[in-house]
């Protein structure tokens, strides 16, 4: 599924809606040059096979299975900022996302033209001073 275009940096929170199936919710945390701070940095992601390996006795051949596929963990970078939200904004958003952290529900992470879903297992918040 192609992510939103320009520029646009988007986690949508999704509820399940059967087994496998995902809609999206109305909570969704945007980033954009034009409307807050965007990302920062590039965004690395990779994408690996499950597999269960056995090696039998007095074969020459490994037998591996392939149990399915998961885009392994990542870290993406960026920040919520007044100078460009609004006074109160950047905290707003961060209480806001510690929410959506809180209760574990699947994501979609959406940029340009790439888009993967999972959960946010961890975050870390840095904070100035207010002024």
């Known amino acids: 599924m192609p992510g939103p275009g320009g520029g646009e940096f988007v986690i949508t929170e999704l509820q399940r809606s059967g087994p496998g199936q995902y809609v ?8 954009s040059a034009r409307e807050r701070s965007a990302p920062e940095d590039s965004w690395q992601f990779s994408l690996e ?37 609004g006074a109160g904004a950047a905290y707003e958003e961060w209480y806001n996302f510690e929410a959506l952290i809180k209760r574990g529900a699947v994501c979609r992470f959406e940029f340009e033209q790439v888009a993967v879903q999972g959960l946010i297992k961890n975050v870390e918040f840095t904070y100035r001073r207010a002024d």
Request: glycine share 6%; net charge positive; no cysteine.
């Open 24 to 31: 999206d919710t109305p909570r969704k945390f945007t980033w």
């Open 49 to 85: 096979l499950r597999t269960k390996r056995q090696d039998y006795p007095g074969s020459d051949d490994p037998v591996e299975q392939v149990l399915g596929w998961n885009f392994k963990p990542f870290t993406l970078k960026g920040r919520w900022d007044d100078r460009y939200m």
